[in-house]
Antibody, heavy 116, light 111 residues
Framework: QVQLQESGPGLVKPSETLSLTCTVSGGSISGYYWNWIRQPAGKGLEWIGRIYASGSAYYNPSLKSRVTMSVDTSKNQFSLKVNSVTAADTAVYYC??????????WGQGTLVTVSS | QSALTQPRSVSGSPGQSVTISCTGTSSDVGGYNYVSWYQQHPGKAPKLMIYEVTKRPSGVPDRFSGSKSGNTASLTILGLQAEDEADYYCSSYAGSYTFEVFGGGTKLTVL
């Protein structure tokens, strides 16, 4: 079955850019939407955005000015960049697939801490 | 503050039933049939339990069911089991500007 795995630096300095990649295995990246969701410690889930295999992207309005998503179909990967990060961006970041608006499956998540 | 409102916590004894509510507006829950429910155990990724209000993914026990009335969606769990103890989140499509919103989550305790 399809599996997703997030990867990237676990520590980012304030004002710098957070960069994560999600690698999809066991299935093609084509034909689905690919999402990023984050969860600060002890708090709820926040949808960051999604990108289609064609490259069309849709972002949470509250993060849109700082977020960029991209997809690399040749590597079966998609990526997230969040610029000008602050401590408020510290969270576990998940990637997930969707057909319409359900999110399944999810990656295991990766903790990103913003600190100097 | 989350876009969708869920009770902070609910509880029930093994074998009992519980219902978790998720209240939004006509711009999200009430306007579309794209409500999903996720179960999250501590330290784990969320797992899809219900999608499109009432649909259950393969492998999810039929003890879990979803419904919607107006701007409020509900997740009902019949015959509570110890392994159901977890956090539950609802989400909804919210139109072509906001896209997807989550509830704040509900902690289910099995007594």
């Amino acid at each position: 079955q399809v599996q997703l795995q997030e990867s990237g630096p676990g520590l980012v300095k304030p004002s710098e850019t957070l960069s994560l990649t999600c690698t999809v295995s066991g299935g093609s990246i084509s034909g689905y939407y690919w999402n990023w969701i984050r969860q600060p410690a002890g708090k709820g889930l926040e949808w960051i955005g999604r990108i289609y295999a064609s490259g069309s992207a849709y972002y949470n309005p509250s993060l849109k000015s700082r977020v960029t998503m991209s997809v690399d179909t040749s590597k079966n990967q998609f990526s997230l960049k969040v610029n000008s990060v602050t401590a408020a961006d510290t969270a576990v970041y998940y990637c997930a697939r969707s057909d319409r608006w359900e999110l399944e499956p999810w990656g295991q998540g990766t903790l990103v801490t913003v600190s100097s | 503050q989350s876009a969708l409102t869920q009770p902070r916590s609910v509880s029930g004894s093994p074998g009992q039933s519980v219902t978790i509510s998720c209240t939004g507006t006509s711009s999200d829950v009430g306007g579309y049939n794209y409500v999903s429910w996720y179960q999250q155990h501590p330290g784990k990724a969320p797992k899809l339990m219900i999608y499109e209000v009432t649909k259950r993914p393969s492998g999810v026990p039929d003890r879990f069911s979803g419904s919607k009335s107006g701007n409020t969606a509900s997740l009902t769990i019949l015959g509570l089991q110890a392994e159901d103890e977890a956090d539950y989140y609802c989400s909804s499509y919210a139109g072509s500007y906001t896209f997807e919103v989550f509830g704040g989550g509900t902690k289910l305790t099995v007594l």
